[in-house]
């Protein structure tokens, strides 16, 4: 695996952060440290990946080498800290938890390569799009008058207790029925079946 030209940079961004830093904090700091990361001569989305692909990959080459040496490098957008192994509880690096596969994503090269600027555009529609229904579900959840983890039998029941409510049929307003029912119908596609 080739090595990470801001891996040095990064490992002493952290080292000076003892309490930690965020993803952003580090970008901009490498911004400024390095005009070679700037990537001004490509389209602003794709440089943005590119840097953030750069700094993950570096943490998790830094994570791997680390904890060899006695060190846990916590991984996340918001916390990004170095700590003694014993203090992480760890006896080894976790494998097969949720961040494993972005861990090989991160560590192969061939991403960093092969990907352009339609595919950033491509991933960044699909997490706008990701996002827009989380939106969606809350906002519907929110009509239903329900918590943000209720069960499908709650929102069942919220819907069916809502409706019979404000039915127009039973003198309750057309459109706060018409948004409990789009509510529902929302939360449908939501839920697996």
Known sequence: MPD??????????????PA?????DLIQCLQELDQAFAFDDVDPDLALFRRHFLVMNALYQLQTELFDRGMYLTVS?????L????HAGLSSLPADNATAPLREYYLNWEFFRQTGHADVENMLNRFRLRYLAIDERL???????LPADAPWETVRQAYRRLAAQHHPDKGGDPARFRAIRGAYECLMRCYPA
Do not use: Q
């Open 4 to 17: 990470n030209p801001f891996k040095a940079a990064i490992l002493a961004l952290i080292k000076a952060a």
């Open 20 to 24: 930690g830093l965020s993803e952003y």
């Open 77 to 81: 957008p918001l916390d990004i800290r």
């Open 83 to 86: 700590e003694p192994v014993e």
């Open 139 to 145: 906002e519907a959840l929110r009509t239903l008058e």
